[in-house]
């Protein structure tokens, strides 16, 4: 049986590319996604729609004000344009898991707007979850992804999905943990000494 392999597929449409350097890059995108995938996500959304919003913003100020402050209206757009596109990436995660929690109460035989209601909850649900299953699904592709890479050095079956497990669960605490860090601020008491739960 062929074993599914990820640089094995990748090999023919980046012929130009190195032999040994394509499963080299998929090994740090692996890496990448396992430990940072939830930010890297979030900063490739601000920059693609903050880019696209540097390009209406630019537009629209040298049309209807002046071209001279284009570069405003650039600058403006670009982080309109980022912080949308981050929101717009929880937005689109809650509706993912509104649409599942939707289809999941018709499987088990709700009728139309019971399951309607539950697509509602879990669509709340995953917009308030929505850095942590970032967070999860990115490190389990990245996780697949690096077991894909380890299997084509030829480590075997056995020892690529313990390696690849054991750094999909480190980067799964050290993803949700900083996520708890940047949630949950340093308390602090009346006269600004750290209370004595922090």
């Given at each position: 049986?062929?074993?599914?392999?990820?640089?094995?597929?990748?090999?023919?449409?980046?012929?130009?590319?190195?032999?040994?350097?394509?499963?080299?890059?998929?090994?740090?995108?692996?890496?990448?996604?396992?430990?940072?995938?939830?930010?890297?996500?979030?900063?490739?959304?601000?920059?693609?729609?903050?880019?696209?919003?540097?390009?209406?913003?630019?537009?629209?100020?040298?049309?209807?004000?002046?071209?001279?402050?284009?570069?405003?209206?650039?600058?403006?757009?670009?982080?309109?344009?980022?912080?949308?596109?981050?929101?717009?990436?929880?937005?689109?995660?809650?509706?993912?898991?509104?649409?599942?929690?939707?289809?999941?109460?018709?499987?088990?035989?709700?009728?139309?707007?019971?399951?309607?209601?539950?697509?509602?909850?879990?669509?709340?649900?995953?917009?308030?979850?929505?850095?942590?299953?970032?967070?999860?699904?990115t490190a389990i592709a990245g996780g697949f992804l690096l077991f894909n890479v380890?299997?084509?050095?030829?480590?075997?079956?056995?020892?690529?999905?313990?390696?690849?497990?054991?750094?999909?669960?480190?980067?799964?605490?050290?993803?949700?943990?900083?996520?708890?860090?940047?949630?949950?601020?340093?308390?602090?008491?009346?006269?600004?000494?750290?209370?004595?739960?922090?």
């Open positions: 049986m062929t074993m599914f392999s990820i640089p094995g597929m990748l090999a023919p449409a980046m012929a130009h590319v190195p032999g040994p350097l394509l499963p080299l890059i998929l090994l740090v995108a692996a890496l990448v996604l396992i430990f940072a995938g939830g930010t890297l996500a979030k900063v490739i959304a601000f920059i693609v729609v903050g880019l696209v919003g540097a390009v209406f913003g630019g537009a629209l100020v040298a049309q209807y004000i002046s071209p001279q402050w284009d570069l405003v209206g650039v600058l403006l757009g670009f982080v309109i344009g980022g912080l949308l596109g981050v929101a717009l990436l929880s937005l689109g995660i809650g509706l993912v898991v509104g649409y599942a929690g939707y289809l999941l109460a018709l499987d088990f035989g709700a009728g139309s707007l019971i399951a309607l209601a539950a697509g509602v909850v879990f669509f709340i649900v995953g917009l308030v979850l929505a850095r942590k299953i970032l967070d999860i699904v380890l299997t084509y050095f030829g480590l075997g079956l056995t020892l690529s999905t313990l390696v690849a497990a054991a750094l999909t669960l480190i980067g799964l605490w050290v993803q949700l943990s900083s996520g708890r860090r940047k949630a949950r601020p340093a308390a602090t008491n009346v006269g600004g000494q750290p209370s004595a739960s922090s």
